[in-house]
């Protein structure tokens, strides 16, 4: 493994105000590749990935955003934090090394028009 292949941790939400999500650990990312590429990546890998519920297999995904690195400091928010989107969201057309991450660093992966209901109205049900 090379220092550009990193382990890095995307957690799959399917749903903010029920807090439901699945993390998925991927080992030997390049952190050369762009965002779009790593998004098209884990895509295609959740769709054909065994035992995670079909309702994550389908979803909409379309948005990466930082969560936590490794030696960081943890959000207490439960699914994902609210804050600093500008510099937390990954640009596309970024790489993922430019974008910001690294070795143990975890995603959230979500659809950006259900992140914005939730942000605009944060009330979570159980």
């Not at 993390?23 to 990935?49: C, M, S, W």
Request: charged share 25%; net charge neutral; hydrophobic share 40%.
């Amino acid at each position: 493994m090379s220092s550009e292949d990193v382990t890095i941790t995307v957690r799959l939400v399917r749903s903010f105000e029920h807090r439901n999500f699945r993390p998925v650990v991927y080992h030997g990312i390049n952190l050369n590749q762009t965002v779009k590429e790593f998004i098209a990546f884990v895509k295609n890998d959740v769709a054909l990935r065994s035992g995670l519920p079909p309702p994550f297999k389908k979803y909409r995904y379309d948005t990466m955003k930082i969560i936590h690195q490794a030696h960081g400091s943890k959000t207490n928010e439960l699914v994902v934090s609210l804050d600093d989107d500008d510099k937390l969201i990954l640009a596309e057309d970024s790489t993922l090394k430019a974008a910001g991450v690294a070795n143990e660093t975890e995603l959230a992966f979500f659809c950006i028009d259900d992140y914005r209901k939730y942000k605009a109205h944060p009330v979570t049900a159980w």
